[in-house]
């Protein structure tokens, strides 16, 4: 078991490895625009089990036929998501999440671990969209353009333009677990301390993410699937696309973590959000010392000195009200200090 390891008193709930199941996206099992600590689980699995989880791109049927995506190539789940899903479920922000799924035994307190084993396209395209009023170039661009930009899942390259690909390494805009109950109906778009709307282009295939429990089973959603994005997410999108995901869940009891987290197979991550960048980046490099001192058994001066000769501190996104940064730190430092 990774990344928590070290920590004493560490408890993982159940074996790993039990069963797999799959969750559609469907009317009754998504959670439109929000993250609730009141929202009914859709799926209830133990620690251990892996769900195959399907996702919706964050677009309406009409607004991708007017791009140019022909009737016959929206997807049927969306149609139904769009026609069966009622406004009074919808909001206060956009994206389509699939869940909330419910670990059996999880409580506030405990850290949930979310094993990223696979991330597959379900659609051969994606959009990347501006408008007035969001992204960050706003007053330079005071219109709305859509573009319908065609994804290549045999060489993993978008075809964005006459002579230019673009790299595809899909993963999950959002992944979070419920707030604390007093943030109420929270809006899908800032990311917070429950995860959420990260917009992280670490967190692919290969990756664990680590999140705090909040509330009474968790309460997983997951959603927000982006083929490729730079960071900053300048314009306020991605390339936009609905993702199919393998995702094995692993509760550890009692082990409270303040700030989502995670780990590449070459890096730890910890994260941060606000909406000043300056506070965000603050919030990543104490939450990283804080991780190298309960983890490596660093000093807290050696933790901030490491960041600063070792570390490197990414900007994830700028346009959605919190900004993401996180400080991604190499495994190989340590693993060079072993081998000596």
Known sequence: MRY??????????????SKTVELPATPTTVAWGHYDATSKPVLTIDSGDTVI?????????????????APSDVEPALRAVFAGVPASERGPGGHILTGPIAITGAEPGDTLE??????????????????????????????????????????????????????????????????????????????????????????VEGTTLFLPVHAPGALFQVGDGHAAQGNGEVDITALETSLTGRLQFILHKHQASPYPRAETPTHYIAMGFDDDLSNATRKALRNMIDFLVAEKGMTRDDAYMLLSVAGDVEVTELVDRNKGVHVALSKAVFEQRRAK
Not at 4 to 17: D, F
Not at 130 to 156: C, E, N, Q, S, W
């Open 53 to 69: 989880v399907h996702t919706l791109l964050t677009n309406s049927p009409t607004g991708l036929e007017k791009a140019g995506i």
């Open 114 to 203: 979310v094993r990223i084993l696979k991330v597959d396209l379900a659609i051969p395209y994606a959009y990347n969209g501006f408008r007035y009023g969001a992204g960050f170039l706003t007053d330079d661009f005071p219109y709305a353009r859509t573009k319908i930009v065609p994804l290549d899942a045999k060489a993993m390259v978008a075809r964005f333009g006459p002579g230019i690909t673009v790299p595809l390494h899909p993963f999950f805009g959002s992944m979070g677990v419920a707030p604390p109950p007093s943030f109420g109906r929270y809006d899908s778009a800032p990311p917070t301390i429950n995860g959420g709307n990260m917009d992280d282009k670490a967190l």
């Open 4 to 17: 928590l390891t070290a920590v004493v008193g560490l408890v993982v709930a159940a074996p790993l490895a």
